[in-house]
């Protein structure tokens, strides 16, 4: 363990009796309550914020060799209505 801090907290009346009638209960310090339910507390919060893992899944084979850069280029050309008629009519 690492060194040990003094500190002030205010702590709301009834939550202090319950803190203090449970360290009685269990044979335990106030401070080691405390301490035992922050670190609780601050574990599930480090997990509740771990990203969630990216989906994956198979997208076939290539449909283009992407080493082809003209492949390519055509590839991504044929859905633009734009350059499928200046490949049929010419520039404007």
């Known amino acids: 363990m690492g060194i040990r801090m003094k500190t002030t907290l205010e702590i709301d009346e009834n939550v202090m009796r319950e803190l203090k009638a449970r360290a009685a209960r269990d044979g335990t310090t106030m ?3 405390v301490e035992s339910a922050l670190r609780v507390l601050l574990r599930k919060e ?3 914020k771990a990203p969630a893992p990216l989906p994956s899944w198979s997208g076939g084979q290539p449909l283009v060799d992407v080493a082809d850069r003209n492949a390519l280029h055509d590839a991504m050309d044929e859905d633009d209505p734009w ?3 200046v490949k049929k009519h010419g520039a404007p």
């Open 31 to 33: 401070s080691e309550l």
């Open 46 to 48: 480090a997990r509740a």
């Open 83 to 85: 350059i499928r008629d």
